[in-house]
């Protein structure tokens, strides 16, 4: 079973090497779709697989394999997965059936889209597994590289502008990166004499107070601009518009957590004393964040453009929890990365479908689709209720317990109540702008030229019932991921290197 994690994040690149090599005449597509289809399938099962067999008591890595790649630096090809990263894991593996399977209608140049779908969700698995730095920097390179071919060739609009700027930020966070993963090894090499770029040795190194923050900023602004953490999110209502809803709902679902598993992964256990100065910094950027993506949603018209600015806010929740570096925050982080995806791709999907349909995204064009779409309008309510955080379903869970985590941050200390309501302003002005989205397209009196519109087909239906079930599931028993998530969220909490304030009061440190 050593080998299965390698098998899960390399099929689909393989996959994509085998589509871009086949000849395809006369516009035959069959072939491309059907090996795009069973190597996402099989990569989604073998990601259940390692959920059925994780062990959700051990906080460690589990499904480690390590092979020497490049000797004279000691840099190994070496993955595994925590209770962190496996939800991580399985969201993208499911996110990359669906985006293959909502792929089907691309018209343009099918093959290649297929192969950078399959090579863009094998570099965001790669990051999730990587347990060596300079590995988990390479798949952070190798997500780049489809994501732009995507939006500039696939993507519509000023896709020029919007792949410049997603590059431009992208390779200044990479680059900023990198320094840091040399500079933390150099350290590491000066204090101990050995070589190494394993990421839990890393950790374990206790940085020097006078060039921590340097070291925390090369770190930072890579994991901020992909998230992105405000004000380093300009790139995404471009990038977002522009690009086409398959790859999107990877994009969008699963690229965007590597930046706040970077931030769980690195930054917290490595730059303590960096993060007790400038937490409360970063959680106000957050926070302001959550307030600005949704009321610039609010007065959005385009579907995806409101979508899009409503997932600034709702990453800047996972960003906040992040920084509130205690156990309910950083779990309901995790959480919330998985139940974004989820809700995030399903209203991508449904905008996708809507525009099929009816040839516009604009919403004052969407008027009585209740009648002749009434699977659409169930599913699409349900959807709707989820991203509003309505008790019951998943994105309640989420923001209940970063809500919680705030409140009780030794970080924030005096600031907790004014984060916790300008969270409170979001969630309202979420209200306003789903339920005006939800009820301008569905529930207004039914115009004739509407009438003749078709609802769901199997194939939209099997797109959207995952995320269906997921959000129930998830609401009524988050249980079964929070198990999974806690030992490995306990045990970045409690290294060595834990904050002295959280020493004296552990209850903050670790509470459920």
Known sequence: MDFILTGIVFLPLIAAIVI?????????????????????????????????????????MQFVQSVEWVS??????????????????????????????????????????LALILILESGTLGVFVAMDSILFYVFWEVMLVPAYFLIGFWGEGNKVYATTKFVIYTLVGSLLMLVGIIWVTVVHYELTQTLTFDIPTLLQTQMPADIQFYMFVCFFMAFAIKIPIFPFHSWLPHAYVSCPIPALILITGAMSKAGAYGLIRFCLPLFPETIADWGLWIGTAAAGGIVYG??????????????????????????????????QGVEGSVLQ?????????????????????LGTRQLDKFRGLKKPMPVL????????????????????????????GVWGSHLFAGMSGLFVLAAGLAIVFASIYMLFMFQGAMQEPV???????????????????????LVVMIGLYPKGIVDRVSPAVDHVLHMEKKFKSLDADSGHGGGH
Request: proline share 1%.
């Open 337 to 357: 990365m998985v139940n974004h995806g989820i809700i995030a791709s399903a209203l991508f999907i449904i905008v996708g479908i809507l525009e099929k349909r």
């Open 72 to 113: 004279m630096l000691h840099i190994y090809y070496k993955v595994g997965i925590d209770g962190i990263s496996l939800w991580l894991v399985v969201l993208t593996a499911m996110l990359g059936v669906l985006a293959v399977y909502f792929s089907r209608d691309q018209k343009k140049n099918l093959q290649y889209f």
């Open 377 to 404: 309008y169930a599913m699409f309510m349900l959807i709707t209720l989820a991203a509003l955080g309505l008790p019951g379903l998943n994105g309640f869970v989420g923001e209940f317990l970063i809500l919680m």
């Open 294 to 327: 949704a009321w610039i949603a609010v007065a959005q018209k385009d579907l995806k453009a409101l979508v899009a600015y409503s997932s600034i806010s709702h990453l800047g929740f996972i960003a906040l929890g992040i920084f509130a570096f205690n156990g």
């Open 20 to 60: 871009m090599m086949m000849k395809v005449t006369g516009g035959n597509n069959g072939k491309v779709i059907g090996i795009a289809n069973v190597a996402s399938l099989l990569t989604f099962g073998g990601a259940i697989t390692l959920l059925v067999m994780f062990d959700s008591h051990h906080h460690g």
């Open 447 to 469: 115009e004739e030229m509407r009438a003749s519109v078709k609802d769901l087909d199997r194939k939209e239906i099997g797109l959207l019932v995952p995320a269906c079930i």
